[in-house]
Each structure stands twice: as C-alpha cells, then as structure tokens.
C-alpha cells in the first residue's frame, strides 16, 4: 500500500512539472507573438533619415534616394538591408553600395561609383573589376582603349591587351583598338599603323619578334601597310595598301628575312 502511495505521489508531480512546462512555453509564445506585432507596428520606431556618403561624381542623392524609396517599408527595425542594396547598385554607376542601419533610427549608404577602364564592344565599358557596364558621361576618357570580344571574354581581353601593350611599347607602337574574334584570333589596331593579326599559339612571343624586326632597322611599317599577319611560325606577312605596294617589295623581303633569322635564333 505504502509502495503503491509513493507511485502514485510521482506520477502527480510528474503531471504538474509537465503542465508548468507547457504554460511556461505557451506564455512565452504568446509574449513573443505579442513583442512582433508591437515592433512591426510602423509607428514604432520610425525610420528619421536616409543619409548618403561617398564621392558623387556621376550620380547625385536625389538619384539614390528615389532608386531606394521602394524598398522602404515599414519601420526602422523592420528595413530589408538586402532590398536596399539592391535599389542602389540597380544604378548603371553605382559599382557597389554598403547598406547599414545607424542607431538611433539612420540608414547609411556608402556608395562607389563604377571606374571604367576600357571600352567594351559598341556601347559598352569594362569597370576595374573587368565587369561589363553600360553607363554615359561627357567625362569618360577619349583615350580608354576599344575592346571586342564575344560574350564573357572582357577580362581574357583586357589582360591579353596589357600584355600587347607593354610588348609594343618597346618599339614606341601603341594599340588603338584589340578584338577577339569568335575564332578566337585576335586582331590588333595600332595607333597611326597596320592591323596586326595573331593566333592562339604563342602570340606573345610572335608579336615579340616581330617587334625586334621593326627595332632593327629593316624599315618601320608606315601608312602604306594595311595589315601584318604574325600567324606564322617563323615570319610574318605584310599587306600594303593600295597603291602603296611599288617599292616595298624591298622592304618586305628584309623583313621576312630577320623574321626567319630571328625565328632561327630562337629554335637555336
């Protein structure tokens, strides 16, 4: 009897811990759903001020505070950072933008306008971070470089056209424009010179070469040639533009040849 007594003393305070537990949770449930109403109650809190920092060159405030007052829905605590940034770098000049909240009740937004490096295409730019952007202004440099190239391949020709650049540079050549072709050879505009034409196949070492032979005295290529093909693998060809080709028979049989010779040291 005593035994059955004490089972039975257990199990009530079993029964009771268990309850308490179950009100405790319920409570607390309902205290928590009463706290989110209260703060998603848009008088509570009220966002004060949008304020904006960073170097505004292209863009203005203005600009920035009507491409975010969308995502400026209910109250300060409430604010999706996320959907903010978004507003802001939806701006063709806005490279990035860095959304956060200053208490009391302040948004900041710190912006970095796009820094384009080179043209890109017809109507396009390369920003410093090699992504393609579509932006317009009086100010952009005249003297960017043009780039070409299929879909997806701005950094490849960016870099490619570093290379080239600093190659040519030696011989006091610079480069007006560089394509990629869907072929994937790559076609060289010198400035105040001929079209350049390489391969995928060692181009750095053919324009190379062909950068000692017009360093070494065999004749210069002026405004008569139209178009020079380094795609061979021990020389180059030169075609002149009409009208421009008596009298340069000389001239490209010498260039050949220290192409060959310096092909021939090469392999040496």
Wanted: no cysteine; charged share 25%; aromatic share 8%.
């Amino acid at each position: 009897m005593a035994r059955a007594d004490a089972t039975h003393g257990v199990d009530s305070a079993s029964l009771f811990r268990a309850a308490v537990g179950v009100f405790i949770a319920l409570t607390a449930l309902i205290g928590v759903m009463l706290a989110s109403e209260w703060l998603s109650h848009p008088d509570l809190v009220p966002l004060r001020a949008v304020r904006f920092e960073g170097e505004f060159k292209h863009i203005t405030q203005e600009q920035l505070a009507a491409a975010v007052e969308p995502a400026l829905q209910g109250n300060f605590l409430q604010l999706d950072l996320d959907a903010v940034k978004a507003r802001a770098e939806s701006l063709p000049w806005v490279y990035q933008a860095e959304v956060r909240r200053r208490w009391p009740r302040d948004l900041l937004i710190r912006v970095a306008e796009q820094q384009p490096v080179a043209r890109w295409n017809e109507a396009a730019w390369v920003n410093h971070a090699m992504q393609v952007v579509r932006v317009t202004a009086d100010d952009l440099p005249a003297d960017a470089p043009r780039l070409e190239g299929p879909e997806g391949t701005q950094a490849i020709v960016y870099e490619r056209y570093q290379e080239f650049d600093r190659v040519l540079a030696e011989a006091g050549l610079q480069i007006r424009a560089l394509t990629l072709t869907p072929r994937r050879t790559w076609q060289v505009e010198l400035l105040n010179g001929p079209r350049l034409v390489l391969d995928r196949v060692q181009p750095d070492r053919k324009l190379e070469r062909f950068v000692r032979v017009v360093g070494q005295g065999f004749g210069r290529l002026g405004a008569g040639a139209r178009v020079v093909d380094l795609r061979y693998t021990n020389g180059f060809a030169v075609e002149w533009q009409r009208g421009a080709a008596a009298g340069r028979t000389g001239t490209t049989e010498r260039m050949k040849s220290a192409a060959h010779k310096g092909a021939a040291q090469e392999e040496g």
